[in-house]
């Protein structure tokens, strides 16, 4: 599938107009390197919120929320439109989960001013799930309470590996809560590491019977972005095409 630039719109807010327009970001190219086979949409909308004085401080939470929503919403659009798709969001399912056309699957991931989509057919791929973190203030393994094990961070990462563990194990959540329909915690995801490189790393994730390809990325100074994909498995539901 190919990967459109997201158009350019406008929204309105206390009176002025905004344009709309998603520019482009290294960590989105990062993410698209990380899964070449998933088409990716995504970039940094920051240039198109308004300057802090034009919005009462009261206000700049939901402007942000505003914003970000309708940039999500236009990467998907784009999403949908290389896939020959109705260019129309996918609204959501009583479980909070995206409700994806049928026979495709995708995800979503944003954190301050940068927002990511996913969408993928179905087939050799069964699920997708994205995330994208910051980097500082990376905690300790004490402050997350169970949530990881030590056997699972690599001495390598230094205080920043927490970060980018709970960041992969942020993406399992997303690929397998909506084909598995249940919540599950990220103390039940084990990570195995294969390839540990200077900026990229790789390995698998295992939950109950199931496996996980996992891949990372701190290329982007200050920030990670990982990628899990779910291959057809024995233990999987059917998928609704």
């Known amino acids: 599938m190919s990967k459109p630039d997201v158009q350019r719109d406008e ?7 905004y344009t709309m327009d998603i520019r482009t970001d290294p960590l989105v190219n990062e993410i698209k390197d990380l899964a070449p086979n998933v088409s990716i949409v995504g970039g940094t909308f920051a240039h198109c919120l308004p300057a802090p004085k034009k919005v009462p401080q009261a206000e700049r939470s939901s402007v942000l929320e505003r914003v970000r929503r309708d940039a999500t919403g236009k990467c998907l659009t784009a999403l949908l439109m290389a896939a020959g798709l109705p260019a129309i ?41 994205i995330d ?70 790789s390995g698998v994730a295992h939950f109950d019977r199931i496996t996980v390809d996992v891949r990372c990325s701190t290329a982007v100074p200050r920030w990670v972005g990982s990628v899990a994909l779910v291959r057809p498995q024995p233990g999987l539901p059917s998928p609704h095409v």
């Open 11 to 17: 929204w309105v807010h206390s009176q002025e107009v």
């Open 89 to 129: 969001e996918p609204g959501h399912l009583p479980s909070g989960a995206r409700d994806w056309p049928a026979g495709y699957t995708g995800s979503v991931s944003h954190k301050g001013t940068k927002v990511v989509t996913a969408l993928t057919r179905i087939g050799k791929l069964r699920s997708v799930g």
């Open 132 to 201: 994208v973190e910051t980097l500082d203030g990376g905690r300790e393994l004490s402050d997350i309470k169970g949530l990881i094990a030590a056997d699972e961070l690599p001495l390598t990462l230094g205080t920043m590996g927490s970060v980018i563990l709970l960041s992969v194990k942020e993406a399992v959540y997303k690929a397998l809560n909506p084909v598995l329909g249940i919540r599950f915690g990220y103390e039940e995801i084990q990570i195995s590491w294969k390839d540990i490189a200077r900026q990229r790393m």
